[in-house]
């Protein structure tokens, strides 16, 4: 049974540009949530997606967005990039409706860099 | 809005001896769940121990377990028998009971194991 999955592990751009992180969830969970670690800190909330929709948001600029697709794998896309968005980028996934609780399970995460 | 406060950045135990990291955290809701994470140096996020605020007993996850103290809001994790590769950032967790299922996390306690 596969587990999250995230693309790419690492990778280095520059200010002002636009990247696309990729997430797959595990076999069977519908949600997706995005959280931002900065260095030495716990992770922020950025949005979540269910059914294709985003059912919560954190504290982010617009720029900060997000896609859900049928299979339930899911895209963060940040644009304008500044330096202060570098970050691991974690995803997680979990099984859910409204009045269904599960945990979240974590993949490994993508490492940006932005110089 | 919630808070998780770790205040604890650094610990250190000898291996096979006990250790207790901290974590209270602030809310007016009475329906919520507690986590613990860790996060080795490959960085995933893995789940310990999970906690619903409405069930008295304290979970246990064979050498991980939990003192929960809902009326001080203080959710502690204590982990027996240290063994080298407990050695990670661990993270306390807070998500709501109702709604979306966003993740508050605290700022981390680096655990270290001593051979």
């Known amino acids: 049974d596969a587990g999250v999955t995230q693309s790419p592990t690492h990778l280095i751009k520059t200010r002002g540009q636009q990247v696309t992180l990729r997430c797959s969830p595990k076999?069977?969970?519908?949600?997706v949530s995005w959280y931002q670690q900065a260095l030495g800190q716990g992770p922020q909330f950025i949005f979540q997606?269910?059914?294709?929709?985003?059912?919560q948001r954190g504290n982010f600029p617009d720029r900060f967005s997000g896609h859900q697709f049928p299979n339930y794998s899911s895209e963060l896309n940040v644009n304008a990039l500044l330096l202060g968005d570098s970050a691991l980028y974690l995803c997680?996934?979990?099984?859910?409706?409204?009045?269904?609780?599960?945990?979240?399970?974590f993949g490994p995460g993508t490492r940006l860099l932005v110089l | 809005a919630q808070t998780v406060t770790q205040s604890q950045p650094e610990m250190s135990v000898q291996e096979a001896e006990t250790v207790t990291l901290s974590c209270t955290y602030d809310?007016?809701?009475?329906?919520?769940?507690l986590f613990w994470y860790k996060q080795p140096p490959s960085r995933q996020m893995i789940l310990v121990i999970r906690?619903?605020?409405?069930?008295?007993q304290n979970a246990t996850e064979n050498r991980f377990s939990v003192n929960f103290q809902k009326a001080a809001k203080s959710f502690s994790l204590k982990i027996s028998d240290s063994q080298l590769g407990d050695a990670a950032m661990y993270f306390c967790?807070?998500?709501?009971?109702?709604?979306?299922?966003?993740?508050?996390f605290g700022q981390g306690t680096r655990l270290t194991i001593n051979p």
């Open positions: 997680a996934s979990s099984l859910s409706g409204w009045t269904v609780q599960e945990t979240q399970y």
């Open positions: 076999s069977g969970h519908d949600t």
């Open positions: 997606y269910y059914e294709e929709e985003e059912r």
């Open positions: 809310t007016s809701e009475s329906d919520y769940y």
């Open positions: 906690q619903e605020a409405y069930k008295q």
């Open positions: 967790a807070y998500r709501s009971g109702r709604g979306a299922q966003k993740l508050v």
